[in-house]
């Protein structure tokens, strides 16, 4: 009897271990697939896809014909995106001799840390300062413009940042660009919502116009807004914002988007006018997309 005892304890003893030994196992195994993903959307996040395209539009002056616009959306300097990096980046794209840069907006994020305590408006404004410090020596011959996103703070504190640096600041404002005595407009929008009639009424609608606005939502604005003589301005847009939803999984992602975010959420698309929706260059609080890629587009306009 004591022996059957002695036996059955040993068992229930061996079972214990046995048990622990396949817990740790497997919360082993988990934390391995969990750093496995992890590391794989930290390296898909930092991974530069740079994509070329040619656009054809029907205003565009011949003289401007061949024109190249190279456009950044989102580079949401955080953690190891740092402005040093965007600088390289750039430094690597100088040799592509674009004829214009055009930044789409959302320029720093918040670190997890500083995105819960809401207290990153400090550190904010000097990573913004740095990204802005990495334009200066950029040169693209037809001029360097940037738009503002939601999360970019005051317009009139981000146009003397950027201005100080060569950049200029189209906040529902356009710029002309002439090339053999022949225009087009470039018209930067805000992100805010509201009648855009008064950005439109300065361009007629045999005018080349090409917008840029970081939400996207803000398209059905502008198909509703007219010319100063009737009918569609805007022949091009750029927009950004959405990170094509910065992590994806089974059609749901990271970032909350309204319905028309959602409708245009990244690529190319047709609505009154082409319309390309960048996924971004940057991240939102952390490094790390998933089934998502950061880009950054050359673009070639032709007649």
Known sequence: MAAAKSRRKKYQYNSKRASHRFGRGFLAFCLAIVLSLATFCYVNAMTIRYRRAIVHINDLPLEFSGTTLLFISDPLLCGTNTADRFGSILRSMQSLHPDILLLGGNYVSPNPVNALTQNSIEGDADKRLDFARALNAYNAPLGKFAIAGENDGDPAILQEEMQHYGVQ???????????????????????????????????????????????????????????????????????????????????????????????????????????????????????????????????????
């Not at 939400?215 to 990170?243: K, M, Y």
């Not at 959602?262 to 260059?281: A, E, K, N, Y």
Request: charged share 15%.
């Open 169 to 303: 600041l189209l906040n529902n404002s356009g710029a002309r660009l002439d090339k053999n005595g022949k225009s087009i407009y470039l018209v930067g929008l805000s992100s805010g919502s509201g009648s855009l009639n008064k950005v439109s009424s300065f361009v007629s609608h045999e005018q080349c116009v090409i917008a840029a606005v970081n939400d996207p939502s803000r398209i059905t604005d502008i198909n509703v807004s007219e010319a100063q003589n009737g009918g569609s301005w805007v022949d091009f847009c750029l927009c950004g914002h959405n990170l094509g939803g910065q992590i994806e999984i089974a059609n749901r992602t990271l970032i909350n988007l309204t319905e028309p975010q959602r409708r245009f959420l990244r690529g190319w698309f047709v609505d009154q006018m082409p319309i390309l929706v960048s996924q971004g260059l940057g991240s939102k609080i952390a490094n790390l997309r998933f089934q998502t890629q950061p880009e950054i587009w050359m673009i070639t306009l032709v007649q």
